[in-house]
């Protein structure tokens, strides 16, 4: 399966900042995925980053906030811009292989 | 889109004890795949099992496609069984995502 390193794994910020959280993986992959997961809840998708294009967000996130970068077929980026407490989540990267999705160990943000 | 339902939402066993825990889900599905969230928020894949029975050590799992849900058994629970577990699926539509369940949340106790 694939090795997706995520990094920082984990980060304390100032309300107002930006936070990048990178994501590699061992093998080029085509699609990448960014999720959030709020404390006690479940895994939302945010997006899905192509290399080559502009990300794909889902209902309720927007560039402004979650710019994404997919320079090449192994790396992806998200920022979480101008953070606020309730931006305090674990975010994780995905990858398919096949049908079967793995995930990054997730950077634990959290904003005071 | 597709709902997703997991029971029960919290647990607690005696370390040694079985349990069972319960996917449903509202649609038709190609994949459906079975996460353990540890303590430190690490997803680990257990299982891919669109439909069938698998078995891995003390975990099994068997998808009823035909009527839609999936169940998760945990035998001889251990404490490092601890966390929360997560049903997550994907539809059949070209266009779906991967949809994550509320999860179970369990603790095993020595």
């Known amino acids: 399966s694939a090795v997706i390193s995520q990094k920082p794994s984990r980060d304390i910020c100032q309300r107002g900042t930006s936070l990048t959280i990178q994501c590699q993986v061992d093998?080029?992959?085509?699609?990448m995925f960014w999720y959030r997961q709020q404390p006690g809840q479940s895994l939302t998708l945010i997006a899905t980053?192509?290399?080559?294009?502009?990300?794909?967000?889902e209902s309720g996130f927007v560039i402004d906030k979650f710019p994404i970068s997919r320079p090449n077929l192994t790396f992806s980026t998200l920022t979480v811009s101008n953070m606020s407490p309730e931006d305090s989540s674990i975010y994780l990267c995905?990858?398919?292989?096949?049908?079967?999705?793995?995930f990054g160990q997730g950077t634990r943000l959290t904003v005071v | 889109g597709i709902q997703v339902e997991q029971s029960p939402p919290d647990l607690i066993l005696q370390e040694g004890a079985n349990s069972t825990l319960r996917c449903n889900f509202s649609?038709?599905?190609?994949?459906l795949q079975w996460f353990h969230q540890n303590p430190w928020g690490q997803l680990i894949n257990l299982f891919y099992?669109?439909?069938g029975t698998k078995q891995n050590g003390r975990l099994s799992a068997t998808t009823v496609a035909t009527e839609r849900y999936s169940l998760l058994y945990i035998s001889s629970s251990q404490t490092t069984d601890s966390g929360v577990y997560f049903c997550?699926?994907?539809?059949?539509?070209?266009?779906?995502?991967?949809?994550f369940g509320p999860g179970t949340s369990l603790s095993v106790i020595p």
């Open positions: 995905s990858v398919e292989e096949g049908p079967e999705a793995f």
């Open positions: 093998s080029q992959v085509t699609m």
């Open positions: 980053a192509n290399q080559g294009s502009e990300a794909t967000y």
């Open positions: 649609d038709s599905v190609n994949n």
């Open positions: 099992i669109p439909s």
């Open positions: 997550a699926v994907e539809g059949v539509a070209s266009y779906d995502k991967v949809i």
